[in-house]
């Protein structure tokens, strides 16, 4: 029993303290973090395109390899032309979008009953003084296309490429660090496993986005939604998160579009058509391609979401079940901490 505390009391100590150096360090962690993702999704993509019928299991992996790179970093590219210009074009209409509030808080209190006072004089500076539009567009799509375009320059361009060139020393390395046979297979097996599994969850998680982004696009488009590509890519993007995603991908559309057009009508036509997006995303195609790739129970999912959002920030949000994942199945090859790999499993297999 005493040994047993013990251990609790070690792990417990030992987790608090991963978890402070994980917070310090996030500046110099998030970014690595996320150059192992992009290098995963590169070489997800480069395993699924073996299984391209023009390309094939016979097609070097140099060429699968330089032809995923290729695609993705266009898209990174495609990402920040977008971004930028939707900046300009946003700060453009700012005026316009000023206006369509006061009207929007205007017809609410008409709603409401609300009297003449406070004037609506009063009202529309307290709105303006509160929401400057102009202010916030620029703070936020800046920062975004900077963020974008900070990730293409270091993550894309620097880790990746660091990082592919590392992977063919790294089987000799296990063999230095593990000189007994049995113990470099068993670590050979588990980062193979998990080199397999983020790798083909991230690159299927990809193509789900560009596909939940174009059918997006269409809607937006259709219903003269301004900015259309961006919010398509927006869209396509939170999908990585889980949850959260789904909800923000249909909500902050439908909010542009109410601030756009005025009509609570077309907001919420808007805001079925992409809810019927999600649903058939979340509930047919996501089920059929992913399957339980990652084998993580919902509840799991959602608490290390929680945990890495308040660690990271938003790059949490996009990391979470992956980095968790991977915890899992380092804790499954372990007998200590194998029980804990069950708990977090989705029904009990690891």
């Known amino acids: 029993m005493n040994e047993r505390f013990r251990a609790v009391v070690h792990g417990t100590v030992f987790a608090v303290l991963v978890g402070w150096v994980l917070y310090v360090a996030r500046d110099i962690l998030v970014p690595v973090a996320f150059g192992v993702m992009a290098l995963y999704v590169v070489l997800g993509s480069a395993r699924l395109l073996a299984k391209v019928p023009v390309l094939g299991p016979a097609a070097p992996e140099w060429l699968r390899l330089t032809l995923?790179?290729?695609?993705?970093?266009?898209?990174?590219?495609?990402?920040?032309?977008?971004?930028?210009?939707?900046?300009?074009?946003?700060?453009?209409?700012?005026?316009?979008?000023?206006?369509?509030?006061?009207?929007?808080?205007?017809?609410?209190?008409?709603?409401?009953?609300?009297?003449?006072?406070?004037?609506?004089?009063?009202?529309?500076q307290a709105?303006?003084?509160?929401?400057?539009?102009?202010?916030?567009?620029?703070?936020?799509?800046?920062?975004?296309?900077?963020?974008?375009?900070?990730?293409?320059?270091?993550?894309?361009?620097?880790?990746?490429?660091?990082?592919?060139?590392?992977?063919?020393?790294?089987?000799?390395?296990?063999?230095?660090?593990?000189?007994?046979?049995?113990?470099?297979?068993?670590?050979?097996?588990?980062?193979?496993?998990?080199?397999?599994?983020?790798?083909?969850?991230?690159?299927?998680?990809?193509?789900?986005?560009?596909?939940?982004?174009?059918?997006?696009?269409?809607?937006?488009?259709?219903?003269?939604?301004?900015?259309?590509?961006f919010w398509a890519l927006l869209v396509g993007l939170i999908d990585y998160v889980p949850y959260v995603g789904s909800i923000l991908g249909v909500a902050l559309p439908a909010l542009f579009a109410l601030l756009q057009f005025g009509d609570l009508k077309t907001a919420l036509v808007l805001t079925g058509a992409l809810s019927l997006v999600q649903f058939l995303n979340g509930h047919l195609l996501d089920p059929y391609l992913m399957g339980s790739s990652l084998n993580l129970s919902p509840f799991v999912i959602l608490v290390s979401l929680t945990v890495w959002t308040a660690l990271w920030g938003l790059p949490g949000a996009f990391l979470a079940v992956p980095l968790t994942a991977s915890i899992v199945m380092v804790l499954a090859q372990f007998a200590g901490s194998r029980p804990i790999a069950v708990l977090l499993s989705k029904k009990g297999e690891v």
């Open 127 to 229: 709105v303006m003084a509160q929401v400057n539009l102009q202010r916030l567009a620029g703070s936020t799509l800046g920062l975004a296309a900077s963020l974008v375009g900070t990730l293409v320059v270091v993550v894309v361009a620097l880790y990746v490429a660091f990082l592919l060139v590392e992977r063919r020393h790294f089987d000799a390395k296990i063999g230095q660090l593990a000189p007994e046979p049995e113990r470099a297979a068993r670590i050979r097996h588990v980062v193979a496993d998990i080199n397999r599994r983020i790798g083909t969850y991230l690159a299927l998680k990809t193509l789900l986005g560009v596909l939940l982004g174009l059918a997006s696009w269409i809607i937006l488009a259709a219903m003269g939604v301004e900015l259309a590509p």
């Open 68 to 124: 995923a790179t290729l695609v993705i970093a266009g898209a990174l590219v495609l990402l920040v032309g977008v971004a930028t210009d939707s900046v300009d074009r946003l700060l453009q209409r700012v005026p316009q979008y000023q206006a369509q509030l006061v009207a929007l808080v205007q017809q609410g209190a008409a709603v409401l009953g609300i009297e003449s006072e406070p004037s609506w004089d009063s009202i529309r």
